[in-house]
């Protein structure tokens, strides 16, 4: 297989060449794409040595030993003999080690027992902050219905000396809302601010984050004002941007007008990133001409747009129906000094093949191509499925070719469309090597792959019952 074949790279052409039943036509095995180069045995092998001496260092620094009992006699008993046949006095770190290995299976009162047990076993060790903080991780990652476990190994680290800070707050927020425990998190941040410390602008955007996604806007917005007037924490400009991409993935545009102007009220600059992020919120739902005015409104705030800017812009214009416009902005990102990549050619493609044009699109992975930019695997999905649409079946099939023959992946739309126009045009047998490929290369499950195909066979078949097909 060569470069795109010579007929595809002809978009233009109206004469469409007649294969024979293969989809993939035969060719020179020393031609091979610049896309999809073939790895050598020397890379292979390399790759091979590579990895068997990551795994050899990470399996020399993995501690020697692991419980694999959560009975805590069985755990003193194991330590017991650790302890009897060292040859040398046991660090701090080997012991926080061996109580992070039993924490893991066994429960928090258990695990306390253990580290009793540890320093009366063995004066010479001394707890240090992490290993407290193994206890608090622990107690913050069970099932618990109340913050009772997570209290206990909080008052046995400061009773122990050691007083919470940013570091445990984090460490604490952060088990919490892993395990699905917001609301605790929620609650100790408030507590742990009130006695010991409040927390950084990382665990606090951390939890922000995650209240985003499981909590109500108005429970974020409460816990943002009862930080701010109890604690004096305020929102900085990662808050705000994790609030703005928020409402824009809810839709709520709106309000993410909103949170810029307090954004700016609060002293803070919209970067490039907030405003990428509602013009993404515009695109999605397909409307080209606010995501227009939002990179009016970032040129006149003076700040750069940058690939994703004009990658966001051309992508929502394409999806608008506004193609032309948005091949503009592709000459304008290029004097801008952006040079093009895969998303950009491959959301002007999806837009000429809404319009149906897909020869348009064909010529332009010739541009594409000619510029140095190397098409992927959604380009060519896209391409495949518009042929397929504007009833261009057979340079559909030789597309169809040159990603077999590099190990492309279908995705499910383009696959579905591709199967029915087979069928439609009579090529079952090559739909049923388009099925075969499908989960060969683990494009789709054989239980979506075959449910498609079964489909569009029916439907043919009900279609051939009412003369309404060949």
């Not at 092998?45 to 990470?58: E, M, V």
């Not at 050691?162 to 952060?174: G, Q, S």
């Not at 970067?271 to 995501?291: H, P, Q, W």
């Not at 747009?305 to 304008?332: C, H, M, Q, W």
Request: charged letters at 25%; glycine letters at 4%.
């Amino acid at each position: 297989m060569g470069k795109v074949p010579g007929s595809l790279r002809s978009a233009v052409s109206t004469a469409l060449i007649k294969r024979p039943s293969s989809l993939v036509p035969s060719e020179s095995p020393t031609q091979r794409p610049r896309f999809f180069p073939k790895k050598s045995p020397s890379s292979q092998l390399s790759g091979k040595t590579s990895q068997s001496k990551n795994t050899n260092s990470s399996e020399t620094t993995k501690s020697p030993i692991l419980f694999t009992s959560p009975d805590l006699s069985d755990a003193k008993k194991l330590f017991k003999s650790i302890v009897a046949t060292a040859r040398a006095p046991l660090s701090p770190r080997f012991h926080n080690s061996l109580l992070q290995s039993y924490a893991a299976i066994s429960t928090v009162d258990d695990s306390i027992s253990l580290l009793r047990h540890m320093i009366k076993t063995e004066p010479s060790f001394s707890p240090d902050r992490s290993t407290y903080h193994i206890l608090l991780a622990q107690s913050c990652k069970a099932s618990d219905s109340t913050l009772a476990s997570t209290h206990q190994a909080l008052n046995l680290m400061v009773t122990s000396g050691f007083n919470p800070d940013k570091v445990t707050t984090d460490i604490a927020v952060r088990s919490l809302c892993l395990s699905g425990r917001i609301d605790h998190a929620v609650e100790l941040v408030k507590e742990l601010s009130l006695k010991h410390s409040v927390p950084d602008t990382y665990t606090y955007n951390f939890l922000i984050k995650h209240l985003c996604k499981f909590r109500a806007l108005s429970a974020v917005y409460n816990f943002i004002d009862e930080m701010r007037s109890s604690f004096d924490t305020k929102p900085d400009l990662v808050t705000y941007t994790i609030l703005i991409d928020n409402v824009c993935n809810s839709k709520n545009l709106r309000e993410a007008t909103r949170l810029v102007d307090v954004l700016a009220e609060e002293g803070f600059k919209p970067d490039c990133f907030v405003y990428n992020t509602i013009m993404k919120g515009y695109c999605m739902l397909s409307r080209g001409s606010e995501a227009l005015e939002v990179y009016k409104k970032m040129k006149e705030s003076g700040v750069e747009p940058d690939l994703v800017t004009y990658n966001t812009l051309i992508f929502g214009l394409s999806k608008s129906g506004r193609v032309k416009e948005a091949r503009k902005y592709l000459n304008i990102m290029t004097e801008m000094g952006h040079f093009p990549d895969a998303v950009t050619y491959t959301s002007l493609m999806n837009g000429l093949c809404r319009e149906g044009d897909a020869l348009g699109a064909l010529a332009l992975l010739e541009e594409m191509e000619a510029r140095g930019c190397s098409p992927n695997s959604c380009t060519y999905n896209t391409l495949l499925h518009g042929l397929c649409k504007s009833k261009l079946l057979d340079k559909g099939i030789e597309l169809y070719g040159v990603m077999k023959e590099g190990g492309m992946k279908l995705d499910t739309a383009c696959y579905a469309t591709f199967v029915r126009a087979l069928c439609r045009d009579g090529r079952i047998a090559e739909a049923y090597e388009v099925f075969d490929y499908a989960i060969e290369s683990k494009s789709l499950t054989t239980v979506a792959a075959y449910s498609t195909l079964e489909s569009t066979l029916k439907w043919l078949n009900k279609a051939r019952e009412q003369g309404k097909a060949v």
